[in-house]
């Protein structure tokens, strides 16, 4: 049972122009999300989060929209380098308190930036 | 200087064997953490610890078991090691409480012939 879904295994986008990847989630409890980037060979990093009680967060490149009643979740990376590269990974919280041992992670996209 | 270090970060073993991996963190977190990432690349988290408490999957053989000798580490004892176990064992750290920002460990790839 997927409560976190990433429907596409990989994107692949021109450097400079916007890489959007796509998250999905089930269930109504989850109202804290995260974005996780992963290089090869190493632990995944967080990159950027978002309560529920926002629709838009943004850091720099990077972008997280949330839209609670699609439970659709997005990150844009503009403009996109090939540093970007990596396996980004979207993760669900039920709450932002009472521990990660709750988070639910998708199965991450793969992006590759082409110079 | 490695926040969240583990070792070994590959191990090749037979079926039937007990191994461990060993993780150790240096952010002064609270409560540690193993997730499994299997062929299907699924992030799962296996246990979650700290000084208190230990909440486990429900999921998790307990042919596995953490051991925490103090709160900067956190190991991972895997006894009579089956086929299926063969995946990379990330573990991580965080303040005890928050959903949020986890740091991990580089991982560690188990394969069982």
């Known amino acids: 049972d997927q409560q976190v879904k990433q429907n596409s295994p990989s994107l692949s986008v021109q450097e400079g122009r916007i890489s959007i990847l796509n998250c999905d989630y089930t269930?109504?409890?989850?109202?804290?999300f995260l974005w996780y980037k992963k290089y090869p060979a190493e632990g995944p990093t967080f990159l950027i989060s978002?309560?529920?009680?926002?629709d838009k967060n943004e850091d720099g490149r990077f972008t997280v929209f949330l839209n609670k009643s699609a439970k659709h979740l997005s990150l844009h990376i503009v403009p996109s380098q090939p540093g970007d590269s990596a396996v980004y990974f979207c993760?669900?919280?039920?709450?932002?308190?009472?521990?990660?041992?709750?988070?639910?992670f998708g199965k991450g996209t793969k992006l590759t930036v082409n110079p | 200087d490695t926040a969240v270090s583990q070792t070994p970060k590959y191990l090749v073993t037979q079926m039937g064997n007990d191994k461990s991996i060993k993780c150790e963190q240096n952010?002064?977190?609270?409560?540690m953490y193993w997730y499994k990432q299997d062929s299907k690349k699924f992030l799962k988290i296996m246990f979650s610890?700290?000084?208190?408490?230990?909440?486990i999957n429900e999921t998790v053989p307990n042919r596995f078991s953490p051991k925490s000798p103090d709160k900067a580490h956190l190991n991972l004892h895997i006894n009579s090691l089956e086929l299926g176990d063969s995946a990379v064992y990330f573990c991580?750290?965080?303040?005890?409480?928050?959903?949020?920002?986890?740091?991990f460990g580089e991982g560690s790839r188990l394969t069982v012939l």
């Open positions: 952010l002064g977190h609270d409560t």
């Open positions: 610890y700290n000084n208190k408490e230990l909440i």
């Open positions: 269930n109504s409890m989850f109202d804290y």
């Open positions: 991580a750290s965080s303040h005890r409480g928050w959903a949020g920002e986890l740091f």
């Open positions: 993760a669900a919280s039920p709450s932002t308190q009472g521990g990660s041992e709750k988070l639910v």
């Open positions: 978002i309560s529920s009680i926002k």
